[in-house]
């Protein structure tokens, strides 16, 4: 789709000032707008490193879990704009270990910065800090619920990888129950016509069913399985996650499942060649490092792209336009 001029404009307007909690607030031409904005400072960081559309604002990295690209990439995103930080990684060493609430931590930090990007591990706190914040809110992940900029971050990398979203076979490989960055991509490829999603878990780490139903309400096809191989040579999108321990009740259980999936050389030898395999990272055993070598292995490039989406992120709802 190619935007026109206007058509960019009135959405980026529409993002202004707002909070980003979910991926559900994001129609197609949203979309469009926010991966043409991303390539745009992709070449602005390629080219010329800085710039200064976010001159005078100040970000909050509010972290209550830990993070090292989301953080950093947003953290980065901000400077490269020329705008600036703080980072509250360490949440022990604020006064929410005094017993403060999240809606006063929220205030708090509202009331000297211009945004919060935040991450915590209960689902739907983004949203409860939404409704507290003077400023905008940007989930960064609510324990399993969703991490809609991870998931922006993945379409960016399939378009950039493959040239478009629209009629590929994309599947989704691991930790489906907990994993947040997969409820949020299911959803977001909602918005794309003519895709095919597989589901690969162990049966206890299925995905959840409320969005098995939302995703094929929205008329996409679905399938699940317990095993890669039978859709390994279909597949356009590998997109394999970590089995989510900070999750578990049990760790007996953790253990069980844990290396259900190890992606080696050996299961890509029937993978397309255009076949892409995504991870949101870190991984842990779930691809091996001999992949690394494949240029089939787009991990490592989708994380810089986090870099460029965040950008455009901020610009989206800071910046000057
Ligand atoms: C993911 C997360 O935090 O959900 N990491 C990330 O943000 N890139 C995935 C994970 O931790 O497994």
Same mark, same amino acid.
């Given at each position: 789709?190619?935007?026109?001029?206007?058509?960019?404009?009135?959405?980026?307007?529409?993002?202004?000032?707002?909070?980003?909690?979910?991926?559900?607030?994001?129609?197609?031409?949203?979309?469009?707008?926010?991966?043409?904005?991303?390539?745009?400072?992709?070449?602005?960081?390629? $080219?010329?490193?800085?710039?200064?559309?976010?001159?005078?604002?100040?970000?909050?990295?509010?972290?209550?879990?830990?993070?090292?690209r989301t953080?950093?990439s947003f953290?980065a995103a901000?400077?490269?704009?020329?705008?600036?930080?703080?980072?509250?990684?360490?949440?022990?060493?604020?006064?929410? $270990?005094?017993?403060?609430?999240?809606?006063?931590?929220?205030?708090?930090?509202?009331?000297?910065?211009?945004?919060?990007?935040?991450?915590?591990?209960?689902?739907?706190?983004?949203?409860?800090?939404?409704?507290?914040?003077?400023?905008?809110?940007?989930?960064?992940?609510?324990?399993?619920?969703?991490?809609?900029t991870q998931?922006l971050l993945?379409?960016f990398t399939?378009?950039?990888?493959?040239?478009?979203?629209?009629?590929?076979?994309?599947?989704?490989?691991?930790?489906?129950?907990?994993?947040?960055?997969?409820?949020?991509?299911?959803?977001?490829?909602?918005?794309?016509?003519?895709?095919?999603?597989?589901?690969?878990?162990?049966?206890?780490?299925?995905?959840?069913?409320?969005?098995?139903?939302?995703?094929?309400?929205?008329?996409?096809?679905?399938?699940?399985?317990?095993?890669?191989?039978?859709?390994?040579?279909?597949?356009?999108?590998?997109?394999?996650?970590?089995?989510?321990?900070?999750?578990?009740?049990?760790?007996?259980?953790?253990?069980?499942?844990?290396?259900?999936?190890?992606?080696?050389?050996?299961?890509?030898?029937?993978?397309?060649?255009?076949?892409?395999?995504?991870?949101p990272?870190?991984?842990?055993?779930?691809?091996?490092?001999?992949?690394?070598?494949?240029?089939?292995?787009?991990?490592?490039?989708q994380m810089e792209n986090g870099m460029y989406v965040r950008?455009?992120?901020?610009?989206?709802?800071?910046?000057?336009?």
């Amino acid at each position: 789709m190619n935007l026109t001029e206007q058509q960019r404009a009135a959405i980026s307007a529409k993002w202004k000032g707002q909070h980003i909690l979910s991926v559900d607030q994001f129609n197609r031409l949203d979309l469009e707008t926010i991966l043409a904005v991303a390539d745009d400072m992709r070449v602005i960081v390629k $080219t010329v490193g800085t710039c200064d559309l976010l001159k005078g604002k100040l970000t909050c990295n509010l972290f209550y879990e830990p993070s090292t690209r989301t953080s950093s990439s947003f953290a980065a995103a901000s400077e490269r704009l020329g705008g600036s930080v703080i980072l509250i990684n360490n949440v022990q060493f604020s006064s929410v $270990t005094k017993g403060e609430t999240l809606p006063d931590t929220i205030r708090a930090v509202g009331s000297y910065t211009d945004a919060i990007v935040l991450r915590h591990y209960e689902k739907g706190a983004a949203e409860l800090a939404a409704k507290y914040s003077p400023k905008p809110i940007i989930n960064a992940g609510d324990g399993p619920g969703e991490h809609p900029t991870q998931a922006l971050l993945d379409l960016f990398t399939i378009k950039r990888e493959l040239g478009k979203i629209d009629g590929l076979t994309v599947t989704l490989l691991g930790d489906l129950k907990y994993g947040r960055t997969v409820h949020s991509l299911a959803r977001l490829l909602t918005n794309f016509e003519g895709i095919k999603i597989n589901y690969v878990s162990p049966d206890s780490l299925r995905m959840p069913d409320y969005l098995i139903k939302q995703v094929g309400d929205a008329g996409v096809e679905q399938h699940e399985y317990d095993a890669l191989e039978p859709i390994i040579a279909e597949t356009d999108i590998l997109y394999v996650t970590r089995v989510q321990k900070e999750r578990f009740d049990d760790l007996a259980h953790y253990e069980a499942v844990k290396d259900a999936f190890i992606i080696s050389p050996e299961t890509l030898k029937d993978a397309k060649q255009e076949m892409r395999v995504l991870h949101p990272l870190p991984r842990v055993n779930e691809i091996t490092m001999e992949v690394d070598d494949d240029p089939r292995a787009a991990y490592f490039r989708q994380m810089e792209n986090g870099m460029y989406v965040r950008m455009a992120l901020l610009y989206l709802v800071l910046g000057k336009q």
